[in-house]
């Protein structure tokens, strides 16, 4: 079983944001932002054209296969860990309910 298993049929967006967060060189980001903007959902026929572009797409896989696995498992404890951060915020600023 591989990282990228449980992401088979699922949409996936890849997102400059995320480029950026992964330190994506500045010529394969202003490539990805020339024909795609800020985001561009996965299909066969965007990633045949990111093959034709020139981009890394080996570079990509390596880090969001393997990303989106990982923000899935940590999504329910950010929740829990930004609703803690809420409530000390309020706490300190004596905030009404």
Known sequence: MTAATPLKGRAMKVTAAHLEKWS????????????????????????????????????????????????KKLAPIDAEYYKAIAAVIADLLELPE
């Open 24 to 71: 994506a060189c500045k010529d394969q980001l202003a490539v990805f932002r020339e024909e795609w903007g800020e985001s561009v959902t996965l299909s066969r026929a965007v990633l045949m054209r990111a093959v034709g572009l020139g981009l890394d797409l080996g570079w990509w896989a390596e880090r969001a296969l393997i990303y989106a696995e990982y923000e």
